[in-house]
């Protein structure tokens, strides 16, 4: 049997390869620039519906699915999530392919902390003064890309509201975690499909006229966009929240090194500032759940020697 340090071990390791796995689909993405945003999109959208149901009948999940089917009220919150997806994935494909790399990884670094506010105001969860100041920090650095580029970041400002919006709808919604990954897609799998048959009898399918290495590479969209997904997912079982929520970072981390080192991308002053302001923000909203965390466990540990001497005593 796994020990418990060997368990927490596994997740970190699963929960790095998993956000590298994403940081690093620039270079996937990069490549097929050949291609347009669009075609990529639908090719995208329709292999990950494909390696989803693969998956699922893998990890023998099918029984859940059927049942998730008949829940009506987590269905239609699932399938709300299409737009948002088509938006988000649109948005990442077109940002990288066009020299978008650093905005996008901005949006992904203030995304969390939008969704831990959201948790306070949608959840009416507790919120702390360290989440409060987290998130005016995120709000600085959208402000002052609005103001320095005289206009809003739009790329960054996406990722972060559909992060938002797609983690509040999922924590609505309340299905298992896999096959709420097939079902949020539902909707825009007929209208890719349907969308890729057009393009392709009409002779316009940019796809189609590509090497037989980019066009491969180009149906691999659904394996290497699930797959990090699933790791994270067996990953989040693993470890706690905290460490979870902290080593997401290393995807838009990795985003940006790649943008700037690779791609040569332009670090302007504004960019800085950003990263750097939500980055501090990431520190002190992480020491807030360390110190809440803490204070829970010496609180538990607490009333459990109440109890013991409770006991002893009778």
Not at 18 to 26: I, K, M, P
Not at 194 to 220: D, N
Not at 278 to 302: M, P
Request: with cysteine.
């Amino acid at each position: 049997m796994e020990t418990e340090k060997q368990i927490k071990t596994g997740g970190v390791l699963l929960t790095v390869a998993g956000n590298l796995w994403f940081g690093l689909l620039t270079f996937y993405w990069k490549t097929l620039k050949s291609v347009s945003a669009v075609d990529m999109l639908a090719v995208r959208i329709a292999t990950s519906f494909i390696i989803n149901i693969i998956y699922l009948a893998a990890l023998k999940k099918m029984g859940i699915l059927r049942d998730q089917l008949k829940n009506k009220k987590s269905l239609v919150w699932l399938l709300a999530l299409g737009p948002l997806l088509f938006v988000s994935w649109y948005t990442t494909i077109w940002g990288t392919m066009n020299g978008y790399v650093i905005e996008l990884s901005i949006g992904m670094f203030v995304g969390p902390l939008f969704v831990s506010m959201a948790g306070a105001v949608i959840f009416k969860e507790k919120v702390d003064r360290y989440t409060i100041f987290a998130f005016a920090l995120a709000l600085f650095s959208i402000i002052y890309m609005t103001v320095s580029y005289g206009k809003p970041p739009v790329i960054s400002l996406i990722m972060a509201v559909c992060c938002l919006i797609y983690y509040s709808v999922k924590k609505k919604a309340n299905a298992d975690a896999y096959v709420g990954m097939l079902l949020e897609s539902v909707v825009d799998v007929p209208f890719a499909i349907a969308y890729l048959i057009y393009t392709f009898s009409a002779g316009t399918l940019t796809l189609s006229s590509q090497s037989g290495g980019i066009i491969t590479l180009a149906l691999l969209a659904g394996f290497f966009n699930v797959t990090p997904q699933l790791i994270l997912m067996i990953a989040q079982k693993k470890i706690s929240m905290i460490t979870l929520g902290l080593l997401t970072y290393i995807m838009p981390l990795t985003q940006t090194l790649i943008g700037v080192l690779v791609y040569k991308e332009e670090m302007t002053a504004t960019h800085a500032v950003a990263i750097i302001s939500v980055s501090i923000g990431i520190a002190i909203y992480t020491f807030g759940q360390k110190k809440r965390l803490s204070a829970s466990e010496k609180a538990g540990n607490a009333i459990s020697e109440e109890n013991r001497e409770s006991l002893a005593e009778r």
